[in-house]
């Protein structure tokens, strides 16, 4: 399945990306922002991409070359912006784009176990070769710890539940895969749950992939400091794909109004339309939130 970009329209006009400008495309992916707000511009842009992902920047690098756009891509974590800008010498920029999504790409074909629909190594890491993964908090963690994470990154109600199965299990055996972790959960949870429209491991999982990234602190973290790179009038646009994204969000965007740094251009955030869900049903809770410079 190849990854079809949220929501573009919308950011496209939004962020108003003027010629000659340079925008940043914080959570490059498999390029698609980048590639049409390139089309759109004719060319006369320089677009520096930031993504974690090595396999991810392959793919967009190749995309890219065949634009006419300035580009630059760089293999890093976003909350690392200002670093990113200093080494490519640039002070500020004009407009920068949050799409907090996980690339379908990722979720498809990473074999790093971010969906439960297939039989993966449990890691849900972004970068490869890494010291800390999923495996390591199912199977070292204390029950306490996994049902905190489990309520505070993903609302599971049945957090306590499934931790006491987790911690149970793993005496018996160690929780190595995707599958060993969704059978775990299986057998946690209350029949009911389990024929809900979302799958009941839908939370678990989002749960310990912001845990393993460090996600909410990387966000924080890459919007203030893009906030201190943007030059007057310039923008910044955040697509989010869960509440507590979109709650970290919607309150440093506040906090900026409040101390009159910043105006909010979204008074209500930006969801994709009947349309755009039915295209690509994973948009269904995308919400886009675009702020302004002053």
């Known amino acids: 399945m190849s990854h079809i970009s949220v929501l573009s329209k919308e950011v496209i006009e939004g962020l108003d990306i003027q010629k000659g400008e340079t925008f940043v495309d914080a959570t490059l992916g498999s390029a698609g922002h980048s590639l049409q707000i390139c089309h759109e511009l004719n060319a006369e842009l320089r677009i520096v991409g930031i993504d974690q992902d090595a396999e991810r920047i392959e793919e967009s690098r190749k995309k890219l070359e065949k634009s006419e ?35 379908s790409e990722q979720l498809e074909n990473s074999g790093r176990g971010f969906s439960f629909k297939k039989n993966e190594p449990l890691l849900m890491n972004f970068s490869p070769n890494p010291e800390f993964t999923a495996k390591t908090i199912v199977n070292e963690w204390s029950e306490e710890s996994i049902a905190d994470i489990l309520w505070a990154y993903a609302d599971e109600k049945f957090s306590r539940q499934i931790a006491k199965k987790v911690v149970e299990l793993r005496k018996e055996k160690e929780i190595q895969t995707t599958k060993d972790l969704v059978e775990t959960i299986e057998k946690a949870v209350p029949n009911w749950y389990k024929h809900k429209k979302i799958h009941f491991a839908t939370k678990t999982f989002q749960a310990l992939r912001i845990t393993v990234n460090d996600e909410i602190s990387a966000l924080e973290e890459g919007l203030q400091k893009s906030f201190e790179k943007l030059n007057k009038k310039g ?12 709650r970290v969000v919607k309150r440093y965007f506040r906090e900026l109004k409040n101390k009159e740094k910043a105006k909010i251009l979204t008074k209500k955030p930006i969801t994709p339309n009947e349309e755009e869900i039915k295209e690509n049903p994973r948009s269904r809770s995308a919400k886009l939130r675009i702020i302004e410079k002053i």
């Open 69 to 103: 756009c300035l580009v630059e891509i760089v293999k890093e974590n976003f909350r690392n912006i200002d670093k990113i800008l200093d080494r490519l010498k640039i002070d500020k920029v004009d407009k920068i784009l949050f799409d907090l999504g996980l690339n």
């Open 235 to 246: 923008k910044i646009a955040v697509i989010s794909f869960h509440s507590l994204e979109d």
